[in-house]
């Protein structure tokens, strides 16, 4: 029985007999979504068609039209209460099961957005593709081709069979086909009705760049299912060759308030591999989905693809750089509503987030180590992007531990300000600490306010998606409790990102990298109140006494330049290899401190080319250069007590130090029998004693003579500095004589056969 409950002016059925809705409902409401029952929505509660079974064979054709029309309006409705997933050897097929991935890229669908989704596998990841594909093939799509698209035929046939299949799992009344005398092979797949005119088209990979290019071309593309992407060759030429076509119908679909919406699925994709990398760059450059969303406006949506996919280049705002294209474009709206956004996000999510438990886990661990596939167990379940090989700089055992205690952030403050009435918004990721004295005027007093927190900062150069990585660390425990990076934040954006977090954080230390770009935002520091809150020499401090005192401009600007050399980090060669060295010390004993996504990410992507530590191909390091700069001021910067920062309530290293100490205490009590004393001791001369009866030691000589083989103690002596020579032993000549029993007895005793 449905329990409809009215919230605003939309009803919601909050008595739905598939539970997965409303345990997905659930979680987003302990996660803090507000608007966390959109899923249950019903358009149409005056039709009665919330308590109607679909699959009900006496439904009356008033009841078949209330399903009908509750579907054509309402997506959730189908997918909730008709969907239906067929299953090798289940007598009936089973409901859609909902889970916070699928809720994603339901959402995303809805908004006419792209999606890329990568979560474990046997995680349901192609059936929601599936059943998308599903509902808009049957109430959406009109006259078009919808390419299905898979590294080889057989795939992608797999999947075309399988969309077949959950259309005809459907009620008669849904089929499109229950007219038809046989069903659509799976090459043909297509609904001819007058209305309709769909059909799929499959699609395999290319042999070659140019081909790839062709493969989505031809059609105008409104709807697609692109499986295992990240690992299909050439699959960047594949996406820009269709992207006209993905464009042209997105034109479309704004104008005749259609459906679009492109859906990419895969695992992680190899890292040593030119596809893997490729896939990495894109998934880089592609805004990443968060479930903050679901409470946001359309006007803050579309906000979020556009901030997300493109930064202000100068001061004033004007321009927007458009990363993909290379170019500056002129920005006319004052409000953005002409600047181009993303029309794709990246989804990600775990088995923990999909409700698969620990058993689960090494169910499939174990099936991973029978068959010898444990590199697909860390793709396909744990989604690790791992990169082996021997450019790979740190321990395995070290980045397969840091990689399975990566966390999620806890929460998101957000950074909004506006630039001559342009709005702009960055997400700064939370992770929870212990905090003893919150800012209570702030509604996220996330952060104490006496903690003098290292705030690293690494400046983007402008080029290759580099990202402006913010990273920041508590000195005293070492843990990193926030992190924002972003490959479009413009210098004016950086200060106003600086001046917040100024407020925010009122005790913390910016520690910058001053090599290039950042010499620019040392500049804004000196011209504000802020210059004292980052990092610098002590000259510093003396120059600004002496300048303070001058009334020649001229001199004053000279000394003011001069200053500027003592303000963050300069990274000269030295400084980066005691930048590498302290990383590597902390990926080894502080492991357990490093949980964090960017850090991680940057960390696991870094190699050694040549004897160089560099990130990967199609990889940053921005993010571990920032966390290096807190690093280095916290062990090499000079006299930190200027800044608030004891030392010695560094606690992260006592647990360390505690280990290397009783190491170094079980080492000096083990005794090596194989290393010589440094010097004659009474052992010896004690057993020379016994076996000759002299000793050089007066005390401990019993004997005298010679011992059972006839030597003296003066025959032991060393005649030669290279050798010890023994002379032969004393015989008579008619000991060498050997007789019959002789020989008996040694035959007797010496049987070897």
């Known amino acids: 029985m449905s329990k409809l409950i009215k919230i605003g002016n939309k009803v919601y059925d909050f008595g739905t007999k598939n539970e997965s809705f409303l345990q997905t409902a659930y979680e987003l409401k302990t ?326 438990t620990e058993k689960w886990l090494r169910e499939q661990y174990l099936g991973a180590l029978q068959s010898g596939e444990l590199a697909e167990y860390r793709r396909g379940v744990l989604l690790d992007r791992f990169r082996g090989g021997d450019v790979a700089l740190f321990l395995q055992a070290d980045i397969d531990y840091i990689k399975a205690i990566t966390r999620e952030p806890d929460n998101q403050m957000i950074i909004k300000y506006t630039i001559r009435e342009k709005v702009r918004i960055f997400h700064l990721d939370i992770y929870k600490h212990k905090i003893f004295q919150g800012d209570l005027t702030l509604d996220t007093p996330y952060f104490d306010v006496y903690i003098p927190y290292l705030i690293g900062i690494d400046v983007a150069a402008g080029g290759d998606g580099d990202n402006t990585a913010i990273c920041v660390v508590h000195p005293y425990t070492l843990e990193v409790v926030a992190e924002l990076q972003s490959p479009y934040i413009g210098l004016f954006d950086l200060m106003k990102i600086i001046t917040f977090l100024a407020k925010t954080i009122p005790s913390g230390i910016f520690c910058v990298e001053t090599n290039t770009v950042g010499k620019a935002i040392v500049d804004f520091v000196q011209e504000t109140k802020l210059e004292h809150r980052f990092y610098h020499d002590p000259e510093l401090d003396m120059t600004k006494n002496a300048t303070t005192m001058r009334e020649d401009e001229g001199e004053f600007m000279e000394s003011k330049a001069k200053s500027k050399q003592y303000i963050g980090t300069y990274v000269t060669p030295k400084v980066r290899k005691n930048m590498i060295d302290l990383l590597k010390l902390h990926v080894h004993d502080y492991r357990h401190l490093i949980y964090t996504k960017g850090l991680v990410n940057d960390i696991t992507s870094l190699v050694k080319i040549k004897g160089k530590v560099q990130a990967g191909k199609d990889a940053h390091d921005d993010m571990v250069m920032a966390y290096l700069h807190t690093l280095f001021v916290l062990y090499y910067g000079f006299d930190l007590t200027r800044f608030g920062i004891d030392t010695s309530r560094c606690s992260f290293k006592k647990p360390i130090e505690a280990v290397h100490e009783y190491e170094k205490e079980m080492e000096e009590r083990v005794i090596d029998n194989m290393k010589p004393y440094e010097h004659p001791t009474m052992y010896e001369e004690q057993l020379l004693d016994e076996l000759t009866g002299r000793s050089e030691v007066p005390m401990v000589s019993t004997m005298t003579g010679t011992d059972d083989y006839g030597y003296s103690a003066n025959d032991y002596v060393r005649n030669s500095p290279e050798y010890q020579v023994r002379p032969d032993p004393p015989h008579e000549e008619s000991s060498l004589i050997l007789n019959s029993s002789d020989y008996s007895f040694l035959n007797s005793v010496n049987t070897f056969y």
């Open 31 to 356: 996660l803090g979504i507000k608007n966390f029952y959109f899923m249950l929505e019903v358009k149409n509660p005056h039709t009665g068609v919330q308590d109607i079974d679909p699959y009900d064979p006496n439904l009356n054709p008033n009841q078949i039209g209330s399903v009908l029309l509750e579907c054509k309006q309402n997506p959730w409705y189908f997918f909730r209460e008709v969907a239906r997933v067929p299953a090798g050897g289940a007598p009936v097929p089973f409901k859609a099961l909902l889970h916070r991935s699928a809720c994603a890229m339901v959402w995303c669908y809805m908004r006419n957005i792209d999606f890329m989704v990568c979560q474990p596998r046997q995680t349901y990841k192609t059936t929601w593709i599936t059943l998308l594909t599903e509902y808009a093939f049957l109430f959406e799509a009109k006259k078009m081709v919808i390419p299905f698209m898979h590294l080889n035929e057989g795939k992608v046939l797999k999947n075309t069979a399988d969309f077949r299949d959950y259309i005809t799992a459907l009620p008669d009344y849904l089929n499109p086909w229950m007219e038809e005398t046989k069903l659509p092979g799976v090459k043909s797949i297509r609904d001819d009705r007058d209305k309709h005119r769909v059909s799929i088209k499959v699609i395999t990979s290319a042999e070659s760049p140019e081909k790839a290019r062709d493969k989505l071309r031809g059609d105008t593309i409104f709807i697609g299912f692109i499986d295992e992407w990240e690992y299909i060759p050439y699959i960047n030429e594949v996406i820009s060759g269709g992207t006209p076509a993905m464009l042209s119908g997105r034109a479309i679909a704004e104008q005749t308030h259609g459906r679009t919406c492109v859906m990419y699925a895969s695992t992680p994709g190899d890292l040593e591999t030119d596809t893997g990398k490729t896939a990495q760059h894109i998934i880089d450059m592609t805004p990443h989905f968060h479930e903050g969303l679901y409470d946001a406006t359309d006007a803050e949506i579309n906000l979020f693809l556009i901030t997300a996919t493109h930064r202000f280049d100068d001061e004033q705002g004007t321009k927007v750089v458009d990363e993909e294209a290379g170019i500056n474009v002129p920005v006319k709206d004052p409000a953005l509503i002409d600047a181009p956004q993303s029309t794709r996000v990246y989804i990600e999510f775990n088995y923990k987030q999909l409700r698969k």
